[in-house]
């Protein structure tokens, strides 16, 4: 069969940053599955680039029978917009194929996608896409089965995206390293801790999944011989959550002497320190740590599984070797007060991460603490694509990010510009703490002389 995968283009303006953007590896593994297969596969990848495919002849010049699409929350919108124009097509006789949506949306919410979509993939979607284009999928809801053997699927379909105009540097996350290009591989799935503010578990499953080491380093050796990779950048929850797999893997890039710069994404707890010198060997530059809060209370509240002090020795740990750490926090989850926020900024000054990056908390569907702020009437207001916002959130918005680069949320729901009010108080707030900082810094300066 013929079949054309796509992305949701992103929206214009959003609270959430959709600038970076990497090779979207978990269509690349279905791309690959199909391909294996023998079907013939196209990807339009309307997330980097939106393309109006629909318009320009692309289904019948290449004869597509199948168009399958990737829906996350931030790009639902698009989601809707295509898959109205595809049944545009059907109503009107000029196409006959059959439409399918996946992703973390379909997953969350497949209540939301319009009823002559022909299949809901959630979950998983390497066998619910070979059922549907072989004519298999019985009902249109497909809950894709988990891959316990990760190691069975093919490597993503790098392929197919390599003459795109990807992100390929290191980024924020180690925006002094040159070394390019760096490659994303996504080496894991499930997650099994119990985060109120994630939805991951609602899409992965908790129970964690990974390739061997030995298969990691061999895809590695592939990437770099077929496209001289100079690094690579493990984009999935918790790459180090086995010790004795994130070892293994160390040590298989010492011996075959294979050098490679590579980052990741980790814990702070459980993070086995003691590994890290051996992680540096190897080649790793950079750790981000989802650390969320300074404050303990917040921490337990939302069920983080760790502490401030996890997050302090690992840091630490990392300043210590030279590993970098994109470091990122939540302000203004429900039940959260001025000490804990001051907490996180003091602990933030102490360890002084390489990055730091703090964001205004909004609650994902899915998640449960999205349902805490429903039963603490925190909500603000919930936009068209279910995402809640609490009643602080403008003036953390505007408190954390600054009146000009921040995006708020306004009555109906929308995204946009900071409202006359803000931009009215903005110079005065701006001159105040201006004031502020020049007196502590005078007092500074008094007292060191004393
Ligand atoms: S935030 Fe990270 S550790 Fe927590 S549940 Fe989500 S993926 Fe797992």
């Not at 109205?84 to 997953?107: D, F, M, N, T, Y």
């Not at 946009?416 to 701006?430: C, H, L, S």
Request: charged share 25%; hydrophobic share 40%.
């Amino acid at each position: 069969m013929n079949v054309l995968l796509t992305t949701s283009a992103a929206p214009q303006v959003s609270v959430f940053d959709t600038n970076e953007k990497r090779f979207p590896l978990g269509v690349g593994f279905l791309i690959s599955v199909l391909e294996r297969a023998g079907h013939k596969v196209y990807f339009i990848d309307r997330y980097l680039t939106p393309t109006n495919f629909i318009g320009n002849g692309f289904l019948e010049k290449h004869g597509i029978e199948c168009v399958g699409i990737y829906s996350n929350t931030v790009c639902f919108e698009d989601t809707i917009w295509l898959c109205s124009k595809l049944q545009g097509l059907r109503e009107r006789g000029q196409w006959k194929g059959v439409i399918a949506v996946g992703g973390p949306h379909a997953s969350i919410c497949p209540e939301t996608i319009p009823e002559y979509v022909d299949f809901i993939v959630r979950g998983e979607g390497e066998k619910a896409i070979l059922d549907i284009v072989e004519g298999r999928a019985k009902g249109r809801m497909q809950c894709g089965a988990h891959i316990d053997t990760l190691d069975a699927l093919p490597m993503p379909a790098y392929h197919h995206f390599v003459d795109k105009p990807y992100m390929l540097a290191a980024g924020a996350y180690a925006d002094d390293l040159v070394d390019s290009p760096i490659f994303s591989m996504n080496t894991s799935r499930g997650c099994p801790f119990g985060c109120t503010f994630c939805s991951v578990k609602a899409v992965w499953g908790k129970s964690y999944r990974a390739f061997s080491a030995a298969r990691v380093v061999e895809d590695i050796e592939k990437l770099h011989r077929d496209y001289q990779i100079a690094g690579v950048f493990f984009r999935e929850d918790h790459f180090t959550h086995s010790s004795k797999r994130t070892a293994e893997f160390c040590e298989f890039l010492l011996k075959k002497n294979f050098r490679i710069k590579w980052l990741c994404e980790s814990r702070v707890h459980p993070l086995d320190l003691a590994l890290l010198p051996l992680m540096k060997r190897a080649g790793c530059e950079a750790i981000f740590f989802g650390c969320e809060s300074g404050s303990d209370r917040i921490l337990k509240q939302i069920r983080k599984g760790i502490t401030a002090q996890h997050i302090r020795q690992a840091v630490l740990a990392c300043n210590k070797l030279g590993i970098r750490t994109f470091t990122t926090w939540l302000v203004g989850v429900p039940g959260e007060t001025r000490a804990d926020r001051k907490a996180t900024l003091r602990l933030i000054e102490e360890i002084k991460p390489f990055k730091v990056a703090v964001g205004v908390f909004v609650g994902l569907p899915g998640s449960e603490l999205r349902q805490e702020m429903e039963d603490q009437k925190e909500i603000m207001i919930e936009d068209n694509l279910g995402l809640a916002y609490s009643r602080r959130h403008n003036r953390l918005v505007f408190h954390h990010y600054g009146v000009d680069s921040c995006k708020f949320i306004h009555p109906d729901g929308t995204v946009g510009e900071a409202p006359p009010f803000y931009r009215t108080v903005a110079p005065a707030y701006a001159f105040l703490r201006n004031v502020r900082y020049q007196s502590l810094r005078l007092a500074q300066e008094v007292f060191s002389k004393h």
